[in-house]
């Protein structure tokens, strides 16, 4: 079926160091879209990627839809501690748009 | 921040007893949603409803049983539930389709 893979399944960085996730799905996606989960809280929407070869970017994060509409990735400039969480990416099932596909998530931790 | 209300946010129940979990939205979307998410793995889709209509229905155990009485209102009754029914479930709503989903802060549930 359907898989959208993310990589690194965890990150651990020191404060100020740049931090990436790549998300690969099996099929071509319509949209992408990222979310971040605090620990102990709940996935929040961050943007939605439509364009192939789209960027967007929202302060120190950038967010890439590949060419193929297959891959994105999500890239932070000079962590801060207010970025630990957990990040998924996630697109629409190609068989029934109801459902959306998520990736395992990248925890990403960040040492002050 | 949220629109999507979730009561309670902890539970703990035996394998004999009945619960529900309620989920309330005031976004004014049309498509709401229950999730599964444990550790390790990725979000679980559990069930969709479109305009109150059951929509998806993702081969969840009969132990667990929605209920949309309206476009703002959705519940989640368990019943006889298993040590491995264990997770956060969390509500979702969104405008129809897999569109970006709004969560609510979630229900801790551990049945013991």
């Known amino acids: 079926g359907q898989q959208v893979m993310q990589i690194p399944q965890y990150q651990h960085v020191q404060e100020g160091e740049d931090f990436t996730t790549y998300c690969n799905s099996s099929?071509?996606?319509?949209?992408i879209q990222w979310y971040k989960q605090r620990p102990g809280g709940h996935p929040v929407f961050l943007i939605q990627?439509?364009?192939s070869g789209e960027v967007k970017k929202q302060k120190r994060l950038t967010f890439q839809f590949g060419e193929a509409k297959k891959n994105s990735s999500l890239h932070i400039t000079a962590t801060q501690t207010t970025d630990v969480g957990t990040y998924f990416c996630a697109g629409p099932n190609a068989g029934n748009n109801r459902k959306l596909i998520w990736g395992l998530g990248t925890s990403l931790a960040v040492n002050p | 921040e949220t629109g999507v209300t979730q009561t309670p946010r902890h539970l703990v129940m035996g394998m004999t007893n009945k619960k529900s979990l309620k989920c309330e939205q005031h976004?004014?979307?049309?498509?709401m949603y229950w999730y599964k998410q444990s550790a390790k793995k990725p979000l679980e889709l559990m069930f969709v409803?479109?305009?109150?209509?059951?929509?998806e229905n993702n081969s969840v155990p009969s132990r667990f049983s929605p209920e949309c009485p309206n476009s703002s209102h959705l519940f989640l009754h368990l019943h006889t539930l298993q040590p491995e029914d264990s997770a956060l479930y969390l509500c979702?709503?969104?405008?129809?389709?897999?569109?970006?989903?709004?969560f609510g802060q979630g229900t801790r549930l551990t049945v013991v």
């Open positions: 409803y479109s305009l109150e209509e059951r929509v």
């Open positions: 976004l004014g979307h049309n498509a």
């Open positions: 979702a709503s969104s405008v129809t389709g897999a569109h970006k989903a709004f």
């Open positions: 990627l439509v364009k």
């Open positions: 099929t071509t996606l319509s949209n």
